[in-house]
């Protein structure tokens, strides 16, 4: 075994359905949204943090003022919740912060987080790089454990892990100029599949995703869940109104020709997305995606949105992925309508 391989084979990212020591969030929420907004955000956060609560603990992240006192009021009452004091400016925990992994084997294994260069979901003018978004950089002051550097620029909700050597990401997020522009070497599909190798990666399915999408370009977390077993819901519809982009049907084709890292096929389950009457917010940012949810100890806990038939096949389909775990489904559209969802707000720490 070469020295690189031995690099690539003591570094994993897991899956998010082993066990978690914890589950990160923030209590915070940007001046870019109205008093009026913030005030609805907090209500959803709040729903969000006391369901994940029951199942693990939650440590929120506060910045030092108003907001740490607030939160440590809020959730007196709720001793799973830790309220920590750190320089967050965001509630968007899944790309601001660092993806946590294990590095080692046995009693010598430890997390490590992965700072994957986050620059703002690409620095747009209509979303500059803040001073929050270098938190993942500050990993051992805030996180207790060591950072490495991706060689990309990425964001957690950009990438799915099966735990075993596979992930899944698209074009349309980090091809993207505006996170990895085209340089002279190795081609950019390239290069982020030599970098992700360094992580434990040995496969890499990419899909189109959907350029059109503002803010992040496409996240694969909003319309792709990896389960046990080789299970993958992919969110689809024929209903052209729906707001599917066109790409979804090659992607769902691309999927169900992948194999894993281990070679082995993959088991599709297609899920329909709530109907557009049913959206409750700005229709070009609402993120109406049921497979957008967090996989705690015990729970699976995504968003619902009064859709009642389209609502009830998703618990359904997600019972059925991730069996004897409760499913809790939360009506939060003040944060979908912000486009993103439950898995958007979390961050989880691997249990070791």
Known sequence: MTRNSRREASIRIPAEWEPHACCWMAWVVHREWSSRDAARIKRDLTKVVHAIARFEPVRLLAPPGREFLEARKRFSDCPPVTVIEAPVDDFWMRDIMPTFAIRGQGVSKQILAIDWNFNGWGGSPDRPARAGDRLAKTAAEVFGVPEIAASFVAEGGAFSFDGRGTVITTRSCLLNPNRNPVRTGPPRQQAIASGLRGMGIRKVIWLEGDPCEPITSGHVDGYVLQAPGRQILVESDDDRRSGVPLS?????ENLERARDADGRTLRL???APPRKR???GDPDMFAAAYLNVYIANGAVIGPRFGDPERDGLARVALAKAFPGREIILLRIDAIADG??????????????
Do not use: F, K, S
């Open 278 to 280: 049913y959206w409750n």
């Open 339 to 352: 486009g993103g969802g439950v898995h958007c707000l979390t961050q989880p720490m691997p249990a070791i």
């Open 269 to 271: 389950v297609r899920l």
């Open 248 to 252: 979804r049907e090659h992607d769902i």
